[in-house]
Structure formats: structure tokens, C-alpha cells
């Protein structure tokens, strides 16, 4: 059978559909680079804002356009309205978030044991999905309450997988050349809370760099009020990758209690303060909420300022989008849209600033790129590449030939204004 695999949303869902495209070829079955050329199509869904339930449901009528006999839908919308999704077209199966560890068992009707083994390598998936850096999930769920989300609802309390577990995963990723392991969870630095002898994020990030054959190791987004300054120490291995998303939300002090966040502005600039002190070089990286419920001109503005104070090397602004089934949803004084998009640009302008402050920096430095794909220019023996060094700059640069899946030493040139990126120029030695 040929299978489509595809996702929206977070890195979490990335990992998952990693975990089928290993399964589905342990099966015995064909990954395939588009809808058009399926037999069946695995989706992993996303609700976290208005626009990804959107974007869901617009590849799942597209699939069934695009004459993909089976569509089976998983993740979080599915979870949360799946009558919905079972009434679309060509939709064949739901699978809820609880279930989803066994989707591809439960598709194939064989045993999950014969599709989980220790020499089934990591496969990359075909299509826009297909990745390089080999995402690795750790832990599920999440046991903090903030108001406006609606994960806690659709992924359950907080889990973590076994040491162990993720080590077999990792080294499954290494013997298939992957060059970078980026560890995901919906509360990752909530990993190893629920052992019966609990443990700390900290003690399976060394865990993984006692293995002498990863060659980089990346923390996807980690909620601030998680770390303290002794936990940066780990950055004295230079393999651990220079980048923390750390979510902030709103810089203003009143909306964090709203959102019900465990952090203040203050903590969180100590912590800033502390990772960059520690880690030279490094980019700090957040998310950020326009027009929360009952957010005022004088909020906003307290903080649009702590936001530019911070300086982010780069940000995922998000219009507010209620939720139904969150607290965030009905609360009173909801801002009005065309505000909450006024409060959107604002931010996005201040923190686009830094992020282009920050790419500047590194002009004129060599950095080790990780490539992650590679494109024909049209001119003969030219390619386009586009990669990633550790601090997270994405790269653009051209080569004489593909280096996917190449870490090259690359002279950053100028900030790339049209594509939100550096120029690169790779070393001729390399």
C-alpha cells in the first residue's frame, strides 16, 4: 500500500508521523511524497488556534480531491470534535489522541510488537514533511492549567516515556545518518515528574550525551518556570545545540495571571539573563499572545516594552483565538479582532527587529550548517540549499552540488531580507 503521511502543528506532531513512516516501512509498505499518488492518507491534526483546526480540515478535503481512497485522522482536533471529522469526505477512521501510539497497528490489524523492533532505522517522511533532524518524543500531555489552551484538554495529563525508550530511539536515529536529535513533548521539562523516583530533563539530557556518536542535540520548546540557572551548565558540551524556546505568552504581569502562567516578567528576564550569561551566543526564542481576553491598552503597552527589552532572536506571534472548552473563552471583555491584529503587527514588527539584530551579529562568522534541503536552481550544477546552524539561523546558500544531510562549515554573508534568513557561502574546503 502507498501512504501519504502529513501533519499540521507542532514538532511533537512531527515526531509521531516519524514513529508511522518507521512502523508503515517495517509493514512492508511504500511512503509516498504526495496525496495524488495514496492509496490511504495519515494525518495528525492540530487545535491549538482557529487557523490550524482550518488548516486540518483543508488537507483532509484536499486529500479527498485528490482521490486518496482512505483517510485516517489523528491528533488533537480529532480528539476534541471527532464526529466532525468522521462526517468529512473520505474520512475512513478517527483515532483519538489516547489511541494514537498504536494507529498504524490498529490500521494494519497486526500486533504493535511486530512493527516496534530495534533494527527498524528512523525513515524520513517524503513530501514537505521530509526532515533531516530526527524528532524524538520524550513525554505527552500536560498538567498546567494555562486558560487560553486547549492541548491540556485534547492531549491528557503529563507522561513521560522510559530513559531507556528514548535512548533505543535515538540510536535508531543515529544509525540511519541522522546529523541533529531534537527532543519534543507537550511539557517537555515536565519529563520525569511522574517516576515513582522522579527525575529531571537534566538527567536525560546527559544521559543522551554520554552516547559519543550524536553528533547534536536540540530541546524544543520548554516552558520557563521548568529551569534554573544550574540547568545552562549542560551547555559546556558544545553538541548541545545554542537555541531555548522558552514561551513567554504576554509581557504584561496582569495577563500571566490571567493565562494562568507560572511565571512573572521579572523571572522570566533573570532566566534570560542567566542562559545568555552562561551560553554565549546563544537564541532565545518565544511565543507571544495578541489580545488576550481583557488584555487593556496599558497592559498591552507594559508589554510590547518587555518584549523589546528582551531582545528575542526570533518569536512566533499568535492572534488570540478562542477556544471553546478553555477558561480563556468565557472570560468577560474579550478583546475585539480588529484589535487583537492591530496588537498582532505590533508585536511582530518589534520582534522581527531583533530577530534581524540577532542574524546580524553572526555576518562575516563561520558556522556549521545542518542542510535540510536541497533544490535544483535551474542552472546547470546549482543547487539551492537551506539548513540550519545550532543557534538556529536558518540558512540560504548555493552549491555545486546536494548536501542534504551535511553539516558544512558556511561563512554567514548578509541577512537575507526576503526569505527571514542569513546568505550563506560554504567553504570551499568542505
Not at 538556529?392 to 527571514?420: I, S
Request: proline fraction near 5%; include cysteine.
Amino acid at each position: 500500500m502507498k501512504v501519504y503521511l502529513d501533519t499540521v502543528g507542532c514538532r511533537l506532531n512531527q515526531s509521531e508521523i516519524e514513529t508511522y513512516a518507521r512502523q508503515l516501512t517495517a509493514a512492508g509498505h511504500h511512503l509516498v511524497a504526495t496525496m495524488e499518488e495514496a492509496d490511504m492518507m495519515v494525518l495528525n491534526t492540530c487545535a491549538v488556534t482557529a487557523a490550524a483546526a482550518s488548516d486540518s480540515r483543508q488537507k483532509i478535503r484536499q486529500a479527498n480531491r485528490a482521490g486518496v481512497e482512505e483517510i485516517v485522522v489523528t491528533g488533537c482536533l480529532s480528539t476534541i470534535r471527532p464526529e466532525k471529522i468522521a462526517a468529512m469526505p473520505g474520512v475512513v477512521r478517527v483515532v483519538p489522541n489516547e489511541d494514537k501510539d498504536s494507529l498504524v497497528a490498529s490500521v494494519l490489524d497486526v500486533p504493535l510488537e511486530q512493527l516496534i523492533s530495534p533494527d527498524s532505522l528512523r525513515q524520513p517522511v517524503p513530501g514537505s514533511r521530509m526532515r533531516t533532524r530526527a524528532f524524538i518524543k520524550v513525554q505527552d500531555g500536560c498538567d498546567n492549567k494555562c486558560t487560553f489552551c486547549i492541548t491540556t484538554v485534547a492531549r491528557g495529563g503529563g507522561r513521560s516515556r522510559p530513559v531507556q525508550d528514548v535512548l533505543d530511539d535515538v540510536q535508531a536515529a543515529l544509525d540511519a545518518g541522522t546529523q541533529e536529535v531534537v527532543l519534543t513533548g507537550v511539557h517537555l521539562g515536565s519529563w520525569g515528574y511522574d517516576f515513582s523516583a522522579p527525575q529531571h530533563l537534566q538527567d536525560l539530557v546527559a544521559a543522551l550525551l554520554d552516547n559519543p556518536d550524536l553528533p547534536r542535540l536540540r530541546l524544543s520548546s520548554l516552558e520557563p518556570w521548568d529551569l534554573d540557572a544550574d540547568f545552562f551548565a549542560l551547555w559546556q558540551d558544545p553538541r548541545l545545540c545554542r537555541h531555548l524556546h522558552l514561551p513567554l505568552q504576554s509581557g504584561s504581569a496582569g495577563v500571566l495571571r490571567r493565562m494562568a502562567r507560572k511565571v512573572t516578567p521579572s523571572s522570566f528576564a533573570a532566566l534570560v539573563e542567566a542562559a545568555r550569561r552562561q551560553i554565549p551566543g546563544i537564541a532565545i526564542t518565544t511565543d507571544l499572545i495578541a489580545g488576550f481576553p481583557g488584555e487593556t491598552d496599558e497592559e498591552f503597552t507594559e508589554g510590547l516594552k518587555f518584549v523589546e527589552e528582551m531582545d528575542f532572536a526570533g518569536a512566533h506571534v499568535f492572534t488570540y483565538s478562542a477556544r471553546q472548552g478553555t477558561a480563556a473563552a468565557r472570560m468577560p471583555n474579550q478583546v475585539h479582532n480588529f484589535t487583537r491584529k492591530e496588537r498582532n503587527a505590533a508585536l511582530r514588527a518589534v520582534t522581527d527587529r531583533s530577530q534581524q539584530a540577532y542574524q546580524q551579529r553572526f555576518i562575516g562568522q563561520t558556522l556549521d550548517v545542518l542542510w535540510e534541503s536541497a533544490h535544483p536552481t535551474g542552472e546547470p550544477g546549482q543547487w539551492q540549499l537551506t539548513g540550519l546552524t545550532d543557534n538556529y539561523l536558518r540558512v540560504l546558500a548555493l552549491a555545486g552540488r546536494p548536501r542534504w544531510n551535511q553539516v558544512t562549515p558556511t561563512r554567514m554573508a548578509a541577512v537575507n531580507q526576503k526569505h527571514a534568513c542569513l546568505s550563506g557561502e560554504i567553504s570551499l574546503t568542505s
